[in-house]
DNA sequence: GACCGTAACACTAACGGTTAGTGTTTTGAA
DNA sequence: TTCAAAACACTAACCGTTAGTGTTACGGTC
């Protein structure tokens, strides 16, 4: 049942929408690049466009789903017993490597450009930060109460926001992991302490 | 060379114009309220009222500079040596108290009912961590690097945002500073880490 | 007390994102 | 082959917001 031609056929008109977006909001600006030229340019209509993106920023974090399941997994595939933090530490350095590479730097120029993307952005991470809470709260390995387990959740968010801005973002992982970790330590004493947060 | 008479018109203006806005907005709904009604029944036009509010949902939080500045003022004003967290934790419990209450119910459903408000709220939240990142990095006595105080600042909101949500605002409170009393520790090794954190 | 610059206010008309309503074509399954 | 669903298209609007252009009303100054 999964893959038929419509699927396919879906799915290439998205990637046309968002590549028509991106090429055209990078050449432009965000805000210099209307709805109407965007969906003129991929050839579809506006009512079509919004029936693949719920708005014109979703256009620009088109595969945020990627971000909140990396995250999620990182919790739930990670090795039976291994402790949280340093799993999540682990993950949100290469998430932070991969954002902050040269290759991606024109478009969060771009992001970092537009109030209204970096407004998106923020609440996007609060939904991945409820996710993430939920994820934490659901292992029986952990022993943490729901408010302790949103904390570590926002916290962890926090840690990727702040370093993605940060000078040195890798130093950054690092110095505020070592801060995430002796709060979680707080909370679930069970959990051994390996808080080496080398650079 | 303060309080003439333009200044009293204008503050007049706009209390005239929030408190209709406020008015309609319970009555009849955040997002059931068009801007033109509330212009229409401040008697002011759309772009006085855009004159005094930068957008729609800042009708709803017209006095958001408190929030800041209490958080501000509970760093820079505290008591000589006095450690950090307490003083803010302190400040964090009497403002969760304050937008718990009763009154303030209908408010907080409203917001909590529309994802435009939620969205508003969180990037002005977001405002707020930076200035008291500020303060914090600008203490003397305090020895943090700028990345440490900035994530101190987001824990210390986020505490604020989760304890509003949670089932027991002032237990959540109290659990999450312990959580941010050991996250500083860390990093500032000359505060005496006085975490008790009661109900 | 007359004068002037400024800032509050008003009005119209528009722009840009978004949606409702309606209809047409494509496609997977019965 | 037939049918229901779903993708797509088009028009026309709604709503928040702003530009452009005046018109008052006020505070400080001579």
């Known amino acids: 049942m999964p893959t038929g031609r ?26 210099a ?11 579809v209509a506006v009512t ?7 708005s014109k920023e979703a256009l620009v974090f088109e595969q945020d789903e990627d971000f909140e399941q ?16 340093p799993a999540l530490r682990r993950e949100i350095q290469a998430l932070v490597r991969h954002c902050t590479a040269d290759s991606a730097a024109p478009i969060w120029r ?3 450009a537009s109030p209204a993307l970096r ?24 022993s943490g109460t729901p408010t302790a387990c949103r904390a570590i959740a926002r916290f962890v968010i926090d840690a990727y926001s702040l370093a993605r801005e940060a ?16 709060a979680w330590a707080v909370t679930c004493p ?10």
């Open 33 to 43: 690049v209307g709805i109407r030229e965007v969906a003129a340019e991929a050839d």
């Open 48 to 54: 079509t466009l919004f029936s693949h993106f719920a």
């Open 119 to 142: 407004e998106y952005e923020e609440s996007m991470r609060l939904r991945h930060a409820e996710s993430l809470a939920a994820a934490i709260a659901a292992d029986p390995d952990l």
């Open 167 to 182: 000078a040195d973002p890798q130093a950054a992982v690092g110095e505020i992991f070592q801060m995430i970790e002796a």
């Open 6 to 31: 419509r699927e396919r056929k879906k799915a290439a008109t998205r990637q046309k929408i968002a590549d028509a977006a991106l090429r055209l909001f990078l050449e432009r600006g965000y805000e």
């Open 110 to 112: 771009m992001i970092d």
């Open 190 to 199: 069970s959990g051994n302490s390996t808080g080496t947060a080398g650079p």
């Open 70 to 85: 990396r995250l999620v997994r990182a919790v739930t595939d990670r090795a039976a017993h291994e402790p949280l933090v």
